[in-house]
């Protein structure tokens, strides 16, 4: 027996998850009609349950259907996790053997790529609650551990620790103060600026660098 949430409890579960981490998001309805990032994981549930069971050339086609409608082309092959968000989302590619933990935000153009053209594991496995910046490429079957950060317009090609943040071309791991400690555009919001949620508890600081 799995605990995880169907159908509708899942879309919810998205829903509360993109609201939580998009500080400008104005109202969960607004997300559940128009966000393309949110819409196009659903899609992808669809072309990965298809994929799964055999129907792969249907899958396809659900998943290229999505790439028109949202502009982020998912294989249905890919293995997401539960309240991936995809923030902005235009650009984004994510490969066929491609695995993406729980809790992990992506920003717009980022690349789970391949580097090789033989079949096989060739995509990078993305650990939970990792953040990628808008622009990142991670090329090849690397490992990307829980919590690390890839910083925008990163391209990693080897693996990064758990909890690590990578940046750079290739991208190289930096030793960074705790978030908390850190100066980030977060420790300069002011209280009661409009963009802050009223129940705003626990945004990374690398979402205020919206
Ligand atoms: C990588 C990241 C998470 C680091 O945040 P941080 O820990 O607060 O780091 P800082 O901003 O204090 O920067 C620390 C150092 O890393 C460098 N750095 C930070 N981000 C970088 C990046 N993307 N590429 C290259 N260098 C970067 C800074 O120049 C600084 O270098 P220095 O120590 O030599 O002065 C953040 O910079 C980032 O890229 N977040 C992604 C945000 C994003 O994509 N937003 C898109 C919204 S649409």
Redesign the pocket.
Known sequence: MTDRPRGLALMAEDVAAARHRDPAAPSSFVIWVSYQGVHAVWYHRVAHWLWMRGRRSLGRLVSQFARRRTGIEIHPGAQLGRRVFI??GMGVVIGETAVVGDDVLM??NINLGGTSMSPGKRHPTIGDRV?I??GARILGPVYVGSDA?I????VVVKDVPNGA?A??IPAKV?E?PKPAE?H?AASCVDEGDSHVHADDVGHE??MY??
């Open positions: 923030d902005h920003f717009n953040v910046g808008a950060r910083g925008a317009n990163a943040t940046v750079g930096r960074h850190a980030t600081p690398a660098y919206i």
